[in-house]
């Protein structure tokens, strides 16, 4: 592969989607990621690992981007010393959290970087505890110490002054702290504190089977469960050099719709409820209760939480059952429609989203917001359409954008995402092959990488898989996971600036992060 003048020396990955892995000097590492940021290129994830075998190995720095071919894996083999890197933070903000949390799991520092407070530890882990690093899970962990305060960021002024949220929160909801800064209702500035879920789910999928480890996958965010398992999945099917059946790759696509549908319609109620508009999240709910029953019947979970399976899926749809699911289709359609007439007709909830929480294609580019929220400020990328893979490449994926991305764009986004997902999710069952739905892994007996990239209903979900098959049962070194909530609950800093405080709930809403994909 040939970018900015050098040609690397990339692995094709054996992977549905395009994707290459290579490794690279820090000198390589900075002019790569320079070249693809002036090309438009996206970070989809940044992280570190520890790959030390006896004598060899060592620490190491990676990134994955977004390249119009592809997806290129870059690794970049650190001095165990010094354990340092050339900062991504000018070319690619979003790097930031990213180099924090490596810098709390590793200790691998970004060379210059302006930020380095810590980031998933909140001062009550050990001195020097370093939970990713393999000498620390041979000594064990040593006694916590107390928590440590945080250093935000204080904005001075007249009239300025401090509102804090959370970290635990009214009602049924993940915890994270958010500062703001406010003169009189306005916001000038807001923090956000995340990392209280932090739960050590990537040392967890070191200690598992690798075809045990999908379910783990399937818990990192409930609302994610068949992106994150099919990812994962799709990275040890990868490295395992594993053709799924055409009928089980058409299976977790009508899965992972049925899930985008589920989503979305939970979403538009709730911004309707947050607009005052309390039918809105009567009929959306009621929907999206039916939507989760039939679920539950056909394949036995109402998240469908473990039908995607290493090697294909767990569950089948007989025709009768089909059927059902094209009739409930056609009836959420409908239904749907002329809510979202309502929802446009309705001048009290216009007046509430439109302008409310903007974030310009301009600001969206430069900090790399991605998924729906992506889409709703001007951002035209979405997996299913520019790197389809199976089965997409034969439904030709509808791409719903908007470019005010204020609330009413990223609501707009949403009705077109349902709307496509019915009409692909009766292609899927119209056109279902036969076929088996499973079959056997053989997984190497050497050390081998796998990648997986899936477009979830919140946007990109990635996994980065090391594993070593000279190690026993358990043969996964390191599984990185990265929801897009990484890229994105950065920006909403920037989208409340300029609003006012009680609008807040509105535009968090319309973003509807993960706390839990996030912190890990």
């Known amino acids: 592969m040939r970018i900015a003048g050098f040609n690397l020396d990339c692995e094709r990955l054996p992977a549905p989607l395009p994707m290459w892995r290579a490794t690279v000097r820090a000198e ?95 001062g009550a882990w050990p001195e020097a505890y370093l939970p990713l690093r393999r ?34 929160h009214a009602g049924i909801i993940e915890p994270g702290h958010f500062r703001f800064s406010v003169v009189g209702e306005k916001v000038e500035r807001l923090e956000q504190r995340l990392g209280y879920k932090h739960k050590g789910v990537e040392k967890r999928f070191t200690e598992l089977s690798p075809l045990q480890a999908h379910r783990l996958a399937g818990r990192i965010s409930g609302d994610s469960t068949v992106a994150y398992a099919w990812a994962y999945c799709m990275a040890l099917e990868s490295l395992a050099g594993c053709q ?58 109402r998240l469908m939480m473990d039908c995607i399976v290493p090697g294909g899926v767990a569950t089948d749809v007989a025709p009768a059952t089909a059927a059902s699911l094209v009739g409930q289709c056609e009836l959420i359609e409908r239904e749907v429609r002329e809510l979202h007439r309502v929802y446009d007709e309705h001048a009290g909830l216009q007046d509430r989203f439109l302008t409310t929480g903007q974030v310009s294609p301009e600001l969206a580019n430069q900090l790399g917001l991605t998924g729906l929220a992506g889409r709703a400020s001007g951002q035209a990328a979405d997996l299913r359409c520019d790197q389809a893979w199976a089965p997409y490449e034969q439904l030709q994926v ?68 090391e594993w070593d098959g000279a190690q026993g049962a358990n043969c996964i070194r390191r599984c990185h996971v990265h929801d897009p909530s990484w890229q994105n609950w950065p920006v909403l800093e920037h989208a409340v600036m300029g609003n006012i405080v009680p609008d807040f709930p509105l535009i968090n809403k319309s973003f509807n992060l993960s706390y839990s994909g996030h912190d890990l």
């Not at 690794?75 to 070319?91: H, I, K, M, N, Q």
């Open 28 to 122: 390589t590492w900075q002019v790569v990621a320079r070249a693809i940021s002036e090309t438009g290129g996206r970070l989809v994830a940044l992280w570190a690992s520890d790959r030390t075998q006896g004598a060899s190995g060592g620490l190491a720095i990676s990134s994955a981007y977004a390249l119009g071919e592809g997806l290129l894996w870059l690794d970049l083999p650190l001095a165990e010393r010094a354990g340092t890197y050339p900062d991504l933070v000018p070319l690619f903000p979003c790097a930031g959290r990213m180099q924090r949390a490596a810098a709390d799991l590793l200790g691998v520092v970004a060379e210059s970087a302006s930020d380095r407070r810590p980031w998933l530890n909140h």
């Open 398 to 465: 509808n791409i719903a954008t908007q470019r005010t991305g204020d609330v009413a764009a990223r609501v707009s986004v949403r009705f077109d995402e349902v709307l496509e997902s019915l009409r692909l999710i009766r292609v899927l069952l119209a056109r279902l092959p036969d076929g088996p739905t499973r079959g056997e892994l053989r997984l190497p007996s050497k050390r081998a990488f796998g990648a997986g990239w899936v477009e979830g209903w919140r946007g990109e979900i990635f996994v980065a898989l």
């Open 244 to 301: 799924l059946a055409g009928r089980a790759t058409w299976l977790r696509a009508l899965l992972l719709e049925r899930e985008r549908v589920a989503n979305h319609l939970g979403d538009l109620g709730a911004l309707g409820n947050d607009a005052a508009f309390a039918f809105g999240l009567a009929q959306f709910s009621s929907l999206r209760e039916d939507w989760l029953r039939l679920s539950n019947e056909v394949f036995g979970h």
């Open 135 to 168: 000498e620390t899970a041979q000594k064990g962990a040593a006694t916590p110490r107390a928590v440590t305060d945080y250093a935000f960021v204080r904005v001075e002024g007249d009239g300025v002054h401090e509102i804090p949220v959370g970290p635990v």
